[in-house]
Each structure stands twice: as C-alpha cells, then as structure tokens.
C-alpha cells in the first residue's frame, strides 16, 4: 500500500474525514466539559438544544413525510424532559416523555410505522433527561458525569481507530461494514481503563468502578451500533450533516445515549451505587 493511498485510508491522520473530527473534538469537547462542570440551568439548557437538535435528525431520517407538527412533537418531548429533569422533577420527567412518545405515535399512525416515532422520541427525550438528572440529581453529580464522559469517550475513539488502524473481522456487518471485533476490544479495554483512572484521581474505588466501567463501554459500543442499524434501517449513511466529520448530533452521541441511561439503571439498582455519587 502506498504512503498516499495509506494517508487516505479511513481513520489515518491524513485522512480528512479523520482530521474533521479531531478539530470537531477540540471545538465540543471543551463546551462540554465547562458546562458540565457549571452545571445547573446552562448545563439543562445545553443539553435541551441537543436533545432538539436529535429529535429533529431523528424525524427527519425516519419519516420522509413528516409534518411540522412532527418535529414539533419530537423537539417539545425531547427539550421538555431535560428541562424537567434539571429541576429535579422524575415523575412529571416519566410522564412528559411517555406522553411526547404516544403523541409522536399517533402523529405518525397514518403514515405507517408509529413504532419507530414512538421508540426515537422515548430514546432521545429519554436519554436526555437521564444525562441532566445524573449532574443535578444528588450530590456528586459532577464526578459522576466526568466518569460517564471519560469512560464513553475513550470507548467510542478507541473502538474507532482501532477498527480503522487495525481491522479485521466485521463485528455487525448489516449494522455497519467499518466496525470490527478489534475496535470492540479496544473500546472496553480503554473505556474501561479511563473509568478506573477518574476514579482514582477523585479518590473513589477503582476496581469498584472498573466494574461499572466495562458494561458502560459495551453499552457504549452497542449504541453506536444500534444508532447504525437504525440509519441503515431508514436508508441513511448519517443521521445530519450539523458536526464536520461526524455526521449529525445523533451520530456524535449514539454512544453515550445507551450508555447514559445504563448509567441511570446501575445508579437505581447497583448495589454501591454509580461511581462518584455522594463524593
């Protein structure tokens, strides 16, 4: 293979689509972080625009014929959730998104597959809310979404350029023909790694949050993959052009929607809770 062809290769440095999303990570990343780190109504608001900005790719891929009112109903369900659950309200959070995913359902019944309309405003609204109620619901929330963060990130970029560097075996061709089992282990294993390092640096268990960190980045991984069964599902190579070298906002955060709301069963039923909590 020539140094050309090699510079092009998917995921190479000299790749465009690869240099994209680097200057797309440096630009994101830290709005990110600062906002989380601020917290409260700036970091509800942030994440309410995305949450619309997904919702609205969401509809827009899957439903070719969809009204305004279509998008309507997917944004409000999607801003609404994560508005509500920045002030600390589960109950009317569960009842406003359950109520956006019937609304957008019978919305889309005349146009065939009310399920799909149902799934994509419950998943985006859901995992909306869910990433808002891990910062703001209890004490340590920030520890707690910088050890989501680094864990889903690292999993999602390592996945990535291994699957890319090294290849290999496909993982899910009918989902995607770029994802191979390399990429799944590398994304574990580095997933898993930077759950533990945040967690020794805030002084929480490692090994404790080493075993909360592996699922995390399966669920991680298995987002992405859903995300792109969906897309192949709708006959879409990317859900949005929004983000240069990602695609669409839902293409950026597949990853953490599942494992977001992992995040919300573990902190619910885990035994010694989600790491960072209470800190």
Not at 148 to 155: D, G, M
């Amino acid at each position: 293979m020539s140094a050309d062809n090699t510079a092009r290769r998917r995921g190479a440095p000299g790749d465009p689509v690869f240099v994209k999303r680097v200057v797309s990570a440096l630009v994101l990343a830290p709005v990110a972080i600062l906002l989380v780190w601020a917290g409260g109504t700036a970091f509800s608001i942030f994440v309410a625009a995305f949450a619309a900005a997904m919702a609205w790719e969401w509809v827009r891929m899957s439903d070719r014929a969809a009204p305004p009112r279509a998008f309507a109903i997917a944004t409000g369900a999607a801003v609404g959730a994560a508005l509500l659950a920045g002030q600390g309200e589960p109950l009317w959070t569960l009842a406003w998104i359950a109520g956006g995913a019937v609304c957008a359902g019978l919305d889309r019944r005349r146009r065939g597959r009310a399920l799909d309309a149902m799934i994509g405003a419950a998943y985006v609204a859901g995992a909306a809310a869910m990433l808002v109620s891990l910062r703001e619901g209890e004490q340590g929330g920030l520890t707690a979404v910088l050890f989501l963060l680094a864990v889903v990130w690292a999993a999602d970029t390592f996945a990535y350029l291994a699957g890319s560097w090294i290849g290999g075996p496909k993982l899910l061709p009918a989902a995607s023909p770029n994802k191979t089992w390399a990429g799944l282990a590398a994304g574990l294993i580095c997933g898993t790694a930077a759950g533990a390092g945040v967690a020794a640096l805030v002084g929480f268990d490692p090994v404790y949050a080493a075993m909360v960190a592996l699922p995390t980045a399966l669920a991680a991984v298995m987002g992405d993959l859903a995300m792109s069964l969906a897309k192949r599902r709708f006959g879409v190579k990317d859900a949005g052009d929004l983000i240069p070298g990602h695609g669409g906002v839902l293409d950026r955060v597949d990853a953490l929607m599942l494992a977001v709301l992992f995040a919300g069963a573990w902190r619910a039923l885990g035994p010694d809770g989600w790491p960072g909590a209470g800190l």
